[in-house]
């Protein structure tokens, strides 16, 4: 009876180790779209059926049997809006990490989609956060350089656009406000930029400003491509030229430089020198203001870089 009892145990550890086995090539063989993660921009929410909550049907009308997460960033819409202006930077990219990390449909890797700010945030989920794998990642309008400027505020009121330009005349690079303004954790000021350097708690981080982390130059690397949207008629972005990585150039904010031009391309700090010359890096324009395009301009042109 023992050796019986053995035996049963044997087939019962063989027959688990080969459902394992199958369970494990299924999931890392699955041929099903691969999912796309969502990030909004300034003012607005996860679920606005006039924004991303269009993106994300469109997507998934287009994409048969499609996982899209569309990121909300707080406990309620109202508090995703309001995080997209005072909640801090760096604590949101680690709280879309852990959210990321935890999503059993995202593990085999995904696509994003970064709107306005959410483009920057998203590139810093790809260099701080590689597991799971971000697989694309498509920026629209997505300030890469910074801003020098907020011209037209899509806030719910005047009053909270209003606050927010007091805050950054006052002292962008101040610490209370640099902890608790999200606008001016991107803000790029090119007549102070050893101040820039040394005091933005964000983006001078993630674009190698005071250093190289060789981290994000090799999870960026991994991109299957890094494509950018320039809205051509753009009047919130300043410059325009931040969509593509190009910034005022240093002393002065009227003359540019492109991304080709830059120290951050030259030096390759970020790995995108290595990524354009094996075209990874696309960069697409519309003939439109910031994040104004078409159905079918979207869907003949973002659709394809999802399938």
């Not at 909550?53 to 406990?75: A, D, M, R």
């Not at 519309?286 to 399938?307: A, M, R």
Request: hydrophobic letters at 40%; one cysteine or more.
């Amino acid at each position: 009876m023992a050796a019986q009892g053995r035996g049963w145990m044997l087939l019962l550890l063989c027959l688990s180790f080969v459902w394992e086995t199958v369970s494990w090539k299924t999931a890392s063989n699955d041929t099903g779209p691969v999912p796309v993660v969502i990030w909004h921009g300034m003012g607005d929410s996860c679920c606005n059926p006039l924004s991303m909550g269009f993106i994300k049907k469109l997507v998934e009308q287009e994409i048969t049997g499609i996982y899209v997460l569309s990121l909300e960033i707080g406990n309620s819409i109202a508090e995703d809006m309001e995080n997209s202006f005072f909640m801090n930077v760096n604590d949101q990219v680690e709280l879309v990490c852990n959210i990321l990390s935890k999503d059993k449909n995202l593990q085999n890797g995904y696509n994003a989609m970064g709107f306005s700010q959410g483009g920057q945030f998203l590139r810093a989920v790809a260099q701080r956060c590689p597991s799971p794998a971000m697989l694309k990642l498509i920026t629209f309008g997505g300030q890469h350089q910074g801003v020098y400027g907020l011209p037209r505020c899509p806030g719910e009121t005047s009053q909270i656009c209003n606050l927010i330009r007091k805050m950054l005349n006052v002292g962008a690079y101040s610490s209370p406000i640099q902890d608790h303004l999200v606008q001016a954790e991107y803000w790029h000021d090119p007549l102070n930029e050893d101040l820039y350097r040394e005091k933005s708690i964000f983006l001078a981080d993630i674009n190698q400003e005071r250093g190289i982390n060789e981290s994000y130059k090799v999870n960026l690397m991994k991109l299957k491509k890094l494509v950018m949207v320039k809205f051509l008629n753009d009047t919130m972005v300043d410059p325009v030229d931040s969509e593509w990585f190009g910034f005022y150039k240093v002393g002065q904010a009227k003359d540019t430089y492109s991304l080709q031009e830059s120290a951050l391309y030259q030096e390759d700090r970020l790995g995108l020198k290595t990524m354009d010359k094996a075209g990874k890096l696309q960069f697409l324009t519309v003939n439109g203001d910031h994040l104004q395009f078409s159905e079918e301009w979207f869907v003949t042109n973002i659709i394809p870089y999802l399938k």
